[in-house]
Nanobody, 123 residues
Framework: QVQLVESGGGLVQAGDSLRLSCAVSERTFSSYNAAWFRQAPGKEREFVAAISRSGSTIYAADSVKGRFTISRDNAKNTVYLQMNSLKPEDTAVYYC????????????????WGQGTQVTVSS
């Protein structure tokens, strides 16, 4: 069973930066595509960014392009989300997700999910 554990969330001010980490329990993590999603109160869970197995292909939502960067370290079984120039509208629970076979912006592309980490951006 693949387990994902997010960390790095917190309370910051608008304009600040945070780096989220997602530790994956799977030894063959390099065989998995990975992604970050987020869910704000009262809203649907939405796609943030995705990265292919080798890291050669990256997708990002328009709302975070130029501010957020997804990366991975397969030797450490970890996916990162560097978030810069944070805005109050970035406030949400951020979830890490993984899939052996698919990649994309849709939730059903991913079969493995973490429990989430809260990010709160004050104005």
């Amino acid at each position: 069973q693949v387990q994902l554990v997010e960390s790095g969330g917190g309370l910051v001010q608008a304009g600040d930066s945070l780096r989220l980490s997602c530790a994956v329990s799977e030894r063959t993590f390099s065989s998995y595509n990975a992604a970050w999603f987020r869910q704000a109160p009262g809203k649907e869970r939405e796609f943030v960014a995705a990265i292919s197995r080798s890291g050669s292909t990256i997708y990002a939502a328009d709302s975070v392009k130029g501010r957020f960067t997804i990366s991975r370290d397969n030797a450490k079984n970890t996916v990162y989300l560097q978030m810069n120039s944070l805005k109050p509208e970035d406030t949400a629970v951020y979830y890490c997700a993984a899939s052996r076979d698919s990649i994309g912006w849709q939730r059903y592309s991913y079969g493995y999910w973490g429990q989430g980490t809260q990010v709160t951006v004050s104005s």
